[in-house]
């Protein structure tokens, strides 16, 4: 069973930044295909942005100008660099690859 590590949630300011990370332990993955989700209380889970090898990534309109996906192949990993956080980006967003997802990391946009 593949699994993914995700990290660097927490509780920010309406304008603040944060950067998520997600790795894998066990069998190494490409970092290509792999995304990040997020849910939040009382609604259904969406994709944020996804990394792929080839063409632009994806962002969900509402993230579009705010967060970057990016990946650093040698160690495995996908970031996600969250920028001038609102309060309705708040969730628990999840990382996933193929049919893999992580533990899942709270981010809180409050003042």
């Known amino acids: 069973q593949e699994h993914l590590v995700d990290s660097g949630g927490g509780l920010v300011q309406p304008g603040g930044s944060l950067r998520l990370s997600c790795t894998t332990s066990g069998r190494i993955f490409s970092i290509y295909g792999r995304g990040w989700y997020r849910q939040a209380p009382g609604k259904q889970r969406e994709l944020v942005a996804r990394i792929y090898r080839i063409g632009a990534p994806y962002y969900t309109d509402s993230v579009k100008g705010r967060f970057t996906i990016s990946g650093d192949n040698a160690k495995n990993t996908v970031y996600l660099q969250m920028n001038n956080l609102k309060p309705e980006d708040t969730a628990v967003y999840y990382c996933?690859?193929?049919?893999?997802w992580g533990q899942g990391t709270q981010v809180t946009v409050s003042s």
């Open positions: 996933n690859q193929d049919e893999s």
